[in-house]
């Protein structure tokens, strides 16, 4: 179900730029989470965090969830960082689109016949979740468990059920 919504070509800059992390950038320009909406007919960025931006934050998983507004339908884009049973220290790309339950239908359904849309520049991008409500991915845990088997550590927080 296509909607005619486009992605704006800044989305796809910013998305090509997450996806190609060079050694010797400046981490603290790295781009951490960007929060898209959709507006006169087109997918938007509405806020890019970069490192910089979270170094006050204690945990960054939980400054994430703080950005899914109850209200408010949204795509987000985030590097999470976690480590596994391995102890192999990863970082991966998670495609959310947020829709949740007290949102207005309308929105709820535009967002969801426009995320083809948007899926097509995440080409290469490992995770994609669709949270309705907090409760069903609120947790570290179950985050963790929808992003991969083996997690011990999201941001640098321990998963409970390991």
Request: hydrophobic fraction near 40%.
């Amino acid at each position: 179900m296509a909607s005619g919504v486009k992605v704006a070509d800044e989305v796809k800059d910013i998305v090509s730029e997450m996806k190609v992390v060079k050694n010797d950038a400046d981490q603290m320009e790295r781009i951490r989470l960007v929060v898209f909406e959709i507006k006169d007919g087109s997918i938007i960025i509405e806020k890019i965090y970069r490192e910089k931006d979270l170094t006050e934050v204690e945990d960054v998983f939980k400054f994430f969830l703080s950005l899914l507004d109850p209200d408010t339908c949204r795509y987000l884009l985030y590097d999470c960082h976690f480590e596994t049973k391995e102890s192999s220290k990863k970082e991966e790309l998670v495609f959310v689109m947020w829709a949740p339950e007290s949102s207005p239908i309308k929105a709820k359904m535009q967002y969801a016949s426009s995320k083809d849309s948007l899926k097509k520049i995440l080409t290469g991008i490992k995770h994609e979740l669709q949270i309705n409500d907090l409760s069903d991915f609120g947790t570290r845990d179950t985050f963790a468990e929808k992003v991969g088997k083996g997690i011990i550590k999201v941001e640098g927080h321990p998963v409970s059920g390991c």
